[in-house]
């Protein structure tokens, strides 16, 4: 398991350093600084063994977060232990950086005692460890509260307290998309699909029981046959229904949502936390609707000097306003002037990032626009071909591409005296880019 | 109110000033003291001296301090343990408080705190804290069981933790089965005999996949990866768990999938192929396996090496996934390189258009390293999908066109290869290559075109003048290409014998005469001799066709891929060696392997040869081929700064303690020399006892005792025949088995009649050029005697050592590189017990028996000895001994390239050691 924990500056300074196990030295400390830190080349790999020890490491904006052991641990859990605490930091005192990490170095020592036992991770969920890690002493609490603390660190229901009431029940959906795209120039999609996740936020009484219902084609399905009754033919049934389906490669749930009857139902249900949390993640790749095109056309005109045309069309609903919207388009590290022309919103050329960066604050469906640029080159003499690296874009647009919807989400809370009618209920999608990329 | 002040001060006198302050009365002085005793200690200045202050402030109500002074109690007590036993009090006392807390806080921090004295006041407390009535304390109480086995294992097992911490796994809160089944893990695979203390039963299992549904994510990677050290009973029941487990794939944490996916890995190899079961569960694995992907990309590296594993041991799963492996322009390179890994390994005739069309696009970008693995992964696709050759061909010509550098030595370097496989169909080519004669510059490249120029002699007009261009740098040239270069030369001659003869002599000349390299001399001296005894046989060895270029490369080795399938997501399935090769000790654990397979089937047809290419193997050629052992000292010794650290600093050899070292080679070189001269004198290698190999009732009164000896280079069986029958014997004869080592009869054996209750001596000469078969264990020899009654079977085992031939001597430099190349993978250890005898009487006895001594050194107290043998079939083997004065106990570790042989060699050394 992991034996010790350090945290350094950009400098290779220690700033915090916990140790679990016996194996682990002090010089281990000035090992990952010597060898990884302060390497003289940059080292290549996350997990480095230096004199048959280990270190796994992040770096955060400045921050290296190393775990160091020297057994065979579970390298997977390690890495999502390192990603969890710096989710705990930032949810104690914002953002990570050397400043703030000093002046919380005692919660921090606090947060590390609690989280990790002899190199075993223990409940690291925020919402719980605030209740009892507060860094303003622990009011000597009543026997009851104590108890009540001990229970939810430990118990079945983690992530969530009793007692927790509201005025008005109401909950928010966000069905947030990536999408992610490799275009070849000649327009042929080389990859691409959708990373989505369902992000909730719950204000409701008591202890609600949930149950979330989306267009899932193998969920529709098996609905379709409990309806359906005997022998109705499964494929057709979404498709009678005139309904759109998605079809979700893989997803995956908060630790909240009951895996198995997911696993047997294809229902999911679960007692939400309180407050902002990710209620799911999913993947589709099948039928995207891609909102944006880019159809890039690059001429050399002689060594000095390059034409780029750039069009880009909008591929949704009329209606809909497409926002926040940039293409970069990379240019030549020798490049000495850049002459631009477009149809729609700003373009230059920004010589630190080596790239001409077109922006449009709205745009709506069925459009096209149009950039050209001509860009003038300093004769140099390396002989190295300039590789041009892919045209990327970024935007955001109000529905979801892969076609997914929420079908329903019920509340149940038997206890309190509040029925699913009286649960206000707010289901937004965006579509957003994630690595929207055309070559050309 | 900020924290980050605590850190600043570094004035004079501050201990002293921190010392009154930490005396202080008030309360808020005492804890700004104390924080700023836990600065100084994170920076790593000694402020142990505070030891009795600090520890003077433990008992508060105030929560925080008090976390405060436990975690500096845990840094120091090792140091002041007298003053630790201070502390003891308030820990039993904590033990007792009124809030779980603090309960669970006191035993966490006294299972930290490894000072015996306080261990001893550990038992009590923590046995009522294994039973308390509050969860979280009872979680707590788990892991301290897992810290004081770590710190005194006979404890826990003689005060009955091992039982209480059993009942936990039945507790009714998940968190705590979660913790229990993680302490007793770590104390199955800690465990002093090797076998676990604590076995797992199908009601426990059950209890687990229980739990399993309810416990923190932590929780869950904990029972998974237990339950992956577990084998069910039958198919059945591991058709069960496998459903029980499907769920997690599902989870948001990318460690619970990994876990989960071990464990169906482990279980599908239960199931027999056909089942619908393994066909649902190769369906389902894929996804997780993709979505992994688009975690963070330390999570993307770990998921992508452990990918790496799945598709060798199961390549259906991922078939179609190809464009998911597709590398991002902004990925990490370490991600790159993995994705890249997987895409060869993925490509097939269905999607090698789009890979090609990648790969091309990857050999464009800038990181240098990374298009060097794109350009020869178009090359492998080439030898892996055959119809796509020609467009690999193509595509590499286009890269050569571009001129840049390392591309084009690299291009050439996988052209080589693609010759290989498909003879006769590319040399078109050739002159285009030719033309980067003069830009290569890495050894690699510049073998691979001498190759490709000697091969295609017959066809490269210019073929002399190429060759002797290059032979005016003969000497500057690295071994690797002189070596090419006089194959080449002696290809080119024995094909236009003609006028190459001028050059042919000019090359011999400068191999043997000119050049230090003893594998080059050799070379050369084999290639003279053979053209001027007999050109025709020359032609058939130098011009031999070569064996087949394998598909596949770098394939992880069976046995070892089973292996890290069973340790899927931790460490050595990243680092994809097993666990013994980077931890130490006991931690390492056993080492574990896949269930058998519910259908088995023999595969005993002998496979085809393959070679598989791979960055460091020499060009294959039939005279650097069948050399089994490591290659020829090719580069000089690295620079020390080059060392890899895991190889134990052997770097010390080189410059350290020479004069000793040499003075123990000398030492051991005389007496062998002298043992030589004097033949009868010297002290004889060691024999081993005889056995009864058959005994009188088996052979119908023929009784045979025997052992091995080998004296002056010859082996021998020494056995005594006796008749215990009624009756005389006669005809003698004696038969030996295909063995592993070709071990053959090298005479008839001597024994005439043999009167009933006679006994003579049967002295048998071996030789060691016979057929081979591979016998389990190694060692084993089948023996069949005759005589006029019967014909008499039986089995003994060789002693290794017999087999250790008198050319077993490395050179200390070659000794040094080949312990570096072979891969510690191929590193085996072995533990001695009651050796006795100093170092050096070791290391003559050794000698004696062809194990030579290297090189000795002592390092912090330990003496250590390397040395090096040779097999009767060219297998070498590097040892490692390392000797504790005053301990009977001594570690061998062996590296060979051929590690089968380890336990043999083991038992022999054994055997020696203790003659």
């Known amino acids: ?440 | 109110m900020t924290d980050s002040k605590y850190f600043t001060t570094t004035k004079k006198g501050e201990i002293f000033e921190l010392k009154s302050e930490l005396n202080s009365d008030k309360k808020e002085k005492k804890k700004e003291a104390v924080k700023k005793v836990i600065a100084s200690m994170t920076v790593g200045k000694d402020v142990s001296a505070l030891f009795p202050d600090v520890v003077n402030c433990m008992q508060t109500d105030n929560l925080e301090l008090k976390k405060l002074v436990y975690l500096y109690l845990m840094n120091y007590a090792k140091s002041q343990p007298d003053m630790a036993i201070m502390a003891v009090n308030t820990f039993v006392k904590d033990c007792e408080d009124s809030n779980p807390l603090i309960r669970a806080l006191a035993v966490r921090t006294m299972g930290c705190i490894r000072v015996d004295k306080i261990t001893e006041y550990l038992c009590e407390p923590l046995r009522k804290c294994l039973k308390d009535e509050d969860p979280y304390v009872r979680k707590t109480a788990a892991v301290c069981v897992a810290k004081l086995y770590d710190i005194s294992p006979s404890m826990v097992e003689d005060q009955g933790f091992l039982d209480q911490l059993k009942d936990l796994l039945s507790d009714s809160n998940p968190m705590v089965v979660a913790n229990a089944v993680a302490a007793l893990s770590e104390i199955n695979e800690a465990s002093v005999s090797g076998h676990p203390l604590v076995e797992m039963n199908a009601p426990t299992i059950n209890k687990l996949l229980t739990a399993l549904n309810e416990c923190t994510e932590w929780g869950q990677v904990f029972i998974l990866d237990a339950l992956s050290n577990y084998s069910p009973r039958d198919a059945r029941e591991a058709h069960s768990v496998c459903e029980r487990i499907t769920p997690r794939l599902a989870h948001a944490n990318a460690a619970v999938v990994l876990s989960a996916v071990k464990v169906l890995m482990k279980l599908m190899e239960m199931l027999s192929d056909e089942t619908e079961l393994v066909g649902t569960l190769s369906r389902k694995l894929a996804p997780p396996l993709v979505t992994l992907l688009s975690a963070e990309p330390e999570v993307q590296y770990v998921a992508l090496r452990n990918i790496n594993l799945v598709v060798q041991k199961r390549p259906d799963i991922l078939k179609h996934e190809m464009k998911v492996f597709f590398v991002k322009y902004n990925d990490p390179i370490y991600v790159k390189l993995e994705k890249l890994d997987i895409m060869i390994r993925l490509a097939s005739q269905a999607n090698i258009a789009q890979v090609l069309g990648e790969l091309k696009e990857y050999a464009t970008e800038v990181d240098v390293d990374f298009v060097r693995k794109a350009v020869r992964a178009i090359g492998r696709c080439a030898i892996k999908v055959e119809p796509s050759a020609e467009r690999c061909v193509s595509t590499l010509l286009e890269l050569i066109q571009t001129k840049v550098n390392y591309v084009v030595q690299e291009a050439i370097v996988v052209i080589k290869d693609i010759f290989r496989k498909y003879p006769n169909k590319y040399e078109s080519i050739i002159s285009t290559l030719c033309e980067n004669l003069d830009t290569l510059d890495e050894p690699e490249a510049r073998a691979s075109m001498v190759w490709i120029v000697g091969e295609y002699a017959e066809r490269i007009d210019n073929a002399d003048e190429l060759l002797d261009s290059f032979l005016e740098g003969f000497h500057d040239e690295n071994a690797q290409v002189q070596l090419q270069l006089l194959t080449a030369v002696v290809k080119l001659f024995l094909k236009r014998p003609a006028d190459t003869q001028e050059l042919v002599q000019h090359v011999l000349s400068l191999a043997t005469q000119d050049s230090d390299n003893p594998d080059l001399r050799d070379r050369g001296f084999i290639y003279w001799r053979l053209l001027s005894t007999d050109p025709a046989a020359a032609k058939e060895v130098v011009l031999a066709d070569k064996p087949l270029i394998s598909e596949e490369t770098d394939l992880l080795e069976p046995t070892l891929l089973d292996e890290l399938i069973c340790h899927i997501s931790s460490l050595a399935s990243v680092y994809h060696k097993p666990p013994t090769a980077f931890v130490e000790g006991r931690g390492a654990g056993v080492r574990k392997s896949l269930p058998a397979r519910g259908t088995v089937s023999e595969d005993t047809q002998p496979q085809l040869q393959t070679v598989i290419p791979n960055q460091e193997s020499l060009i294959g050629d039939l005279l650097s081929m069948d050399i089994g052992g490591p290659p020829a000292p090719a580069a000089p010794a690295a620079p020390a700064s080059n060392l890899d650290l895991l190889a134990g600093g052997l770097d010390v050899l080189l410059g350290g303690p020479e004069p000793a070292a040499t003075a123990t080679t000398a030492t051991g070189s005389a007496t062998g020399l002298l043992g030589d001269i004097f033949g009868a004198v010297p002290p004889a290698s060691y024999v081993p006892p005889k056995q009864c190999w058959l005994p009188a009732d088996k052979g119908k009164g023929l009784e045979i005792w025997g052992t091995f000896t080998r004296q002056n280079g010859q082996m021998r069986m020494e056995m005594t025949f006796t008749n215990k029958a009624m009756q005389a014997m006669s005809g003698f004869a004696i038969q030996l088995n295909k063995n592993s080592f070709g071990v053959f009869p090298g005479g008839a054996l001597a024994v005439g009649a043999l009167a009933p209750g006679a006994a003579a001596d049967a002295p048998l000469a071996l030789a060691a050029a016979g057929p081979v078969q591979r016998m389990d264990p190694l060692n084993n020899l089948q023996v069949a005697v005759k005589n006029n009654i019967d014909v008499f079977y039986f089995a003994c085992l060789i002693p290794a050592h017999i087999l250790f031939t008198e050319d077993g001597q490395l050179d200390k430099r070659v000794f040094l590189t080949t312990w570096k190349e072979i891969p510690a993978a191929n590193e085996v250890q072995h533990t001695i017990s009651n050796v006795l005898g100093t170092a050096d009487s070791i290391a003559q006895k050794m000698t004696l028996n062809n194990i030579f001594t290297i090189a000795k050194r002592n390092v912090e107290g330990q003496d250590m000895l390397y040395q090096s043998l040779k097999l009767t079939n060219n297998i070498w083997v590097l040892l490692e001994l390392k000797l504790q004065p005053g301990n009977p106990e001594a570690t061998l570790s062996l590296k060979s390239r051929t590690v089968e042989v380890a336990t043999c060699i083991f038992q022999a050394y054994e055997a020696i050691i203790k003659s």
């Open chain 1, 1 to 440: 398991m992991i034996g010790g924990l350090f945290v350094y500056n950009h400098k290779g300074e220690v700033l915090i350093s916990r140790v679990y196990r016996d194996d682990i030295g002090r010089n281990a400390v000035d090992a990952f600084r010597v060898n990884v830190i302060h390497a003289r080349q940059q080292v290549r790999s996350p997990v480095t063994n230096i004199a048959r020890t280990s270190f796994f490491h992040i770096k955060r904006a400045n921050i290296w977060l190393a775990a160091v052991t020297k057994q065979n641990v579970n390298a997977a859990m390690v890495f999502e232990f390192l990603l969890k605490i710096i989710d705990v930091m930032q949810s104690y005192f914002g953002k990570i950086s050397e400043e703030n990490i000093k002046n919380n170095f005692v919660l921090i020592y606090e947060l590390l005692d609690e989280i990790l036992d002899f190199g075993y991770p223990q409940n690291s969920d925020t919402g719980v460890l605030k209740t009892f890690i507060t860094q303003q002493g622990i009011k000597s609490a009543s026997k009851e509260e104590q108890a009540q603390i001990t229970s939810q660190v430990t118990g079945q229901i983690g992530w969530r307290r009793e007692g927790i009431k509201y005025r008005r029940n109401e909950l928010f959906l966000d069905v947030l998309e990536y999408v992610n795209l490799l275009m070849s120039p000649q327009g042929q999609v080389l990859s691409a699909h959708v990373a989505g996740k369902v992000v909730m936020k719950s204000y409701l009484s008591g202890m609600p029981e949930c149950k979330f219902g989306i267009n899932d084609k193998i969920v529709m399905e098996a609905k379709g046959k409990g309806n359906g009754g005997i022998s109705g033919n499964t494929d057709s049934d979404p498709a009678r229904s005139g309904k759109p389906v998605v079809v979700i490669d893989d997803c995956q749930f908060h630790q909240c949502v009951k895996l198995s009857k997911f696993e047997t139902e294809h229902s999911i249900s679960f007692i939400p936390p309180d407050g902002e949390f990710e209620l799911m993640r999913y993947r589709t790749t099948k039928d995207i609707s891609l909102p944006f095109r880019v159809i890039p056309l690059v001429r050399e005109v002689g060594r000095t000097k390059m034409e780029v045309k750039v069009v880009l069309k909008s591929n949704f609903k009329p209606s809909l306003l497409g926002q926040k919207i940039e293409v970069k388009i990379p240019t030549p590290l020798n490049t000495s002037g850049v002459q631009l022309i477009c149809l729609k919103g700003k373009a230059k050329y920004k010589a630190s990032e080596n790239a001409i960066v077109w922006k449009i604050k709205r745009m709506a469906g069925m459009k096209e626009t149009q950039l050209s640029a001509e860009i003038e080159l300093l004769e140099t003499d390396t002989k190295k071909k300039w590789t041009r690296p892919p045209i990327s874009m970024g935007f955001e647009v109000p529905f979801a591409p892969s076609g997914f919807k929420v079908r329903y989400l019920k509340v149940f809370e038997p206890k309190l005296n509040y029925s699913d009618h009286d649960v206000i209920k707010w289901v937004r999608y965006i579509g957003r880019s994630g690595l929207y990329e055309t070559r050309c």
